[in-house]
Nanobody, 119 residues
Framework: QVQLVESGGGLVQAGGSLRLSCAASGSNFGSYAMAWYRQAPGSQRDMVATITSGGTRNYADSVKGRFTISRDNAKNTMYLQMNSLKPEDTAVYYC?????????????WGQGTQVTVSS
C-alpha cells in the first residue's frame, strides 16, 4: 500500500511559478512509475507528466518546455516544477503511482492540490 500526499499548490499570477511535491509513504517508491495528472472543473483528468522508475520523462504537449517532473527516491518524493504558468493551467493536480508486480497492477492516487492561475 502506498499513500500519496500532494502539496505546493496555490494562487499565482500568469507567468509565475509553483513547485508541487508528492510525498509517498510505504516502501519501494523507486519501483513505481510516477505521474502528475490534472483536472479542471467540468473536464476529464488528463496526464501532465510522467517519470518512470528509470527516470524517463514524458510530458503533455501543453506543458512541454514549461513544466519539469523529477523524483528523489531517497526522499520518497516526486516534484513538478511549473514555470510560465497560464490561466489554462488552473486545475486540481493529482499525484499517481503505478507498477505491475507478480502479475498484479498496483495504482494509487493522492487527494490532489489546487493550482489557480490568475490572468
Amino acid at each position: 500500500q502506498v499513500q500519496l500526499v500532494e502539496s505546493g499548490g496555490g494562487l499565482v499570477q500568469a507567468g509565475g511559478s509553483l513547485r508541487l511535491s508528492c510525498a509517498a509513504s510505504g516502501s519501494n517508491f523507486g519501483s513505481y512509475a510516477m505521474a502528475w495528472y490534472r483536472q479542471a472543473p467540468g473536464s476529464q483528468r488528463d496526464m501532465v507528466a510522467t517519470i518512470t522508475s528509470g527516470g524517463t520523462r514524458n510530458y503533455a504537449d501543453s506543458v512541454k518546455g514549461r513544466f519539469t517532473i523529477s523524483r528523489d527516491n531517497a526522499k520518497n518524493t516526486m516534484y513538478l516544477q511549473m514555470n510560465s504558468l497560464k490561466p489554462e493551467d488552473t486545475a486540481v493536480y493529482y499525484c499517481n503511482a503505478d507498477r505491475r508486480i507478480f502479475g498484479r497492477q498496483q495504482n494509487y492516487w493522492g487527494q490532489g492540490t489546487q493550482v489557480t492561475v490568475s490572468s
